[in-house]
Every structure is written in structure tokens, then in C-alpha cells.
């Protein structure tokens, strides 16, 4: 499976975003900061993508 990063992490960025808004977060956050959260929630779902592929093959094979 093939992940566009790009858009997804624009979309957490916005969710990111809209949460901070409806006060979602204790402390305000930069929009840097929320570029980087979101990056850092995409690689995670990546890698965690990646450990269940490999987990989904070996129990097939």
C-alpha cells in the first residue's frame, strides 16, 4: 500500500489544527509544531503499516 505523504500529513495538520481551535490542546501550539506532529504521526503509521504487512505475510506464507 502506497501512502501519500504529502497529503495525509496535510490533512493531520488540519485536524491538528482544528483541534487546537476548539481547544484541543493545554498549550497553544506553533504552526511548526504542528507540522511536526503531524510527520511524526505519519511515521509512525507507516512503520506500524509496515510491522502489520510483514506480520500479514508470514502468516500466509
Known amino acids: ?19 487546537e ?3 484541543g490542546f493545554d498549550v ?3 504552526v511548526d509544531e504542528r507540522r511536526e506532529i503531524a ?6 503509521i507507516d512503520e506500524d ?3 502489520t504487512l510483514v506480520e500479514e505475510i508470514d502468516a500466509w506464507i
Open 21 to 23: 481551535v476548539i481547544g
Open 28 to 30: 497553544p501550539t506553533t
Open 39 to 44: 510527520s511524526f504521526i505519519l511515521k509512525v
Open 1 to 19: 500500500m502506497v501512502i501519500d505523504f504529502e497529503k495525509n500529513e496535510e490533512i493531520i495538520f488540519q485536524l491538528i489544527s482544528e483541534l
Open 49 to 51: 503499516l509496515e510491522e
